[in-house]
Each structure stands twice: as structure tokens, then as C-alpha cells.
DNA sequence: GTTTGACTTAGAGTGCACTCAAACGTCTAC
DNA sequence: GTAGACGTTTGAGTGCACTCTAAGTCAAAC
């Protein structure tokens, strides 16, 4: 059992931002009898997957909708399957434009280091 | 020569959007004699690049300050250079939080779908 | 000649995702 | 037994990047 800021230090999220999490229903961590957070592997683990959907910015209010279908059981699958899916779509995208910024950016510093041989030559 | 709402389509930019960034310095465009905003070539490709740093998560703010660099002349492209440089390595961490999630959840899906075979079979 | 539509401005409003403040409770160490 | 560390709550504040509103100007179309 881990208290909210040894979650906080574990899965690098902070505990201000867990205790958001908590009011927007994205984590339900259990509380002792002085009413005080603890987490557990279950919730470590939970925590490291919406990082990483954070991280590749699925929005809050998606990953909330993915909770609720979580907490509603089996017959939601499909629906959950289906959030995947877009979110993943949506990483492949990014992905292409990133590839193609960074394939820009590449030509632009290699001008730049051209034009400072010139003047360095001067 | 392209008024607003032209450069606005053109770049997929709003002209809301195009007039906060001349607020911001990121862009200057010609005014004709009734105060109207004229945009050039040269504009678009600014708008196009200035785009891409957008798409890739570059701030704002370093957008305004590559675009104050730039403006000061030749004696700042070391500065700009590194700026680039800086954002290009920014995109390549971001490819790899993509990548690494990318394939968690493609394991997640096919998880799901085997749960969902199953579930077809009783 | 008036209506329509695109433009102008300054400044306010929005949505998102945190992030912090204030006031208070409780456990542990000295 | 009190200081300090860590926890709690509600509700407000912040920063970013737009996005919109209101009030007005101006030129072309009907």
C-alpha cells in the first residue's frame, strides 16, 4: 500500500494532479479509517497506463469515458476496443507528422550550418 | 497577394488565430491603404513552417522567440540553429513515447479481441 | 442608396489540465 | 506536549492557445 506520494513519486504524476484524477473519477484509490489514500499495485498499474495515454495526449475527458466503461463491466468492451483504437490511429498520425517536421527540420539546420561555413570562410 | 480569410484557408489557419499571432509578433503582414492585411509568398511559407512547429508541439512563446532572432538578423543564427535543434530532439522523444504506446496498445487491442473470441464461443 | 459581407479594433471569454491556497486533522519524534 | 511532516478538504487561480464579441469602417452588388 502506498500513501498519494509515494504513488506521486512512483508513476511521476503529482499528488495534486492524482487527487484531480480522483474528483474527474480516473483513479478511486481506497482510504483508511483517518480517510487517508492508499494505493495499490492494482492502482500502480492503472496509473501507468493512463500516463502513457496522457503522455500521447488522449484527452482527460476520454480517458474518464474509458474508466466509466471500465467500472461497468464486461458488456463494454467493445466500446473500449473501439477508444483504442481511435487513440492509436491518432499516435500513427502524430507520428507521420512528426516524421515529416523532423525530416524539415533536418534540411533547415543542415542550411544553417552550410551558411556558417560560408561566413566562418569569409 | 491574399487577404485574411484567403491565408486563413490557405495555411488552415483562422483569421482569429492568424490576427493573435500578429499580436504575438510571429507574423507581420503589409497593410493597403485602408488598414487591410495583405499576406505575400513569403508569408505563406512563414505561416507553413510556423505551422509545423505548432503541429509538433513547439510553444508559442519559443515561436516568438525564433521569429525575434530572425528578425534581428544574420548575427543570431547560431541561436535559431539551436533552437531547431532543440525542438528536433523534442520531436525524436515524442516519436518514442508514440512508438512505445503504439505497442502497448496493440497488445491491449489483441487482448481484447481474444477476450472477445472467447466470449463467441460459449 | 442601402444592404451585404469582409474587414478593422480592443478586450473579454473559453476550455483544458493542472496547480495552489487556506484552514484544518493526525501521527511520530524529541 | 508540541513541532513538524504529511495528510485532508473546498474552492480559487494559473497558463496556454486560442476564440469570440461588440462596435465600427468600407467597397462592391443589387
Same mark, same amino acid.
Do not use: C
Given at each position: ?8 513519486? !512512483? ?8 487527487? &484531480? &484524477? ?15 489514500? $492508499? %494505493?495499490?499495485? $492494482?492502482?500502480? #498499474?492503472? +496509473? $501507468? %497506463?493512463? #500516463? !502513457? +495515454? ?9 480517458? !474518464?469515458? &474509458? ?21 492509436? $490511429? %491518432? ?13 524539415? +527540420? ?5 542550411? &544553417?550550418?552550410?551558411?556558417?561555413? #560560408?561566413? +566562418?570562410? #569569409?
Amino acid at each position: 500500500m502506498y500513501s498519494i506520494s509515494e504513488i506521486a513519486e !512512483k508513476v511521476d504524476i503529482s499528488a495534486h494532479t492524482l487527487r &484531480y &484524477y480522483e474528483k474527474e473519477g480516473i483513479i478511486d484509490p481506497i482510504r483508511n479509517d483517518q480517510g487517508i489514500r $492508499q %494505493f495499490d499495485e $492494482q492502482h500502480l #498499474k492503472w +496509473l $501507468q %497506463f493512463v #500516463k !502513457k +495515454l496522457r503522455e500521447t495526449q488522449m484527452p482527460v475527458s476520454q480517458i !474518464k469515458e &474509458y474508466t466509466r466503461l471500465f467500472l461497468e463491466g464486461e458488456h463494454t468492451a467493445n466500446a473500449r476496443l473501439r477508444l483504442l483504437e481511435d487513440h492509436q $490511429q %491518432f499516435i500513427r498520425d502524430q507520428i507521420e507528422t512528426l516524421l515529416a517536421t523532423d525530416e524539415m +527540420l533536418t534540411r533547415k539546420i543542415s542550411t &544553417y550550418k552550410e551558411l556558417m561555413e #560560408k561566413s +566562418l570562410m #569569409k
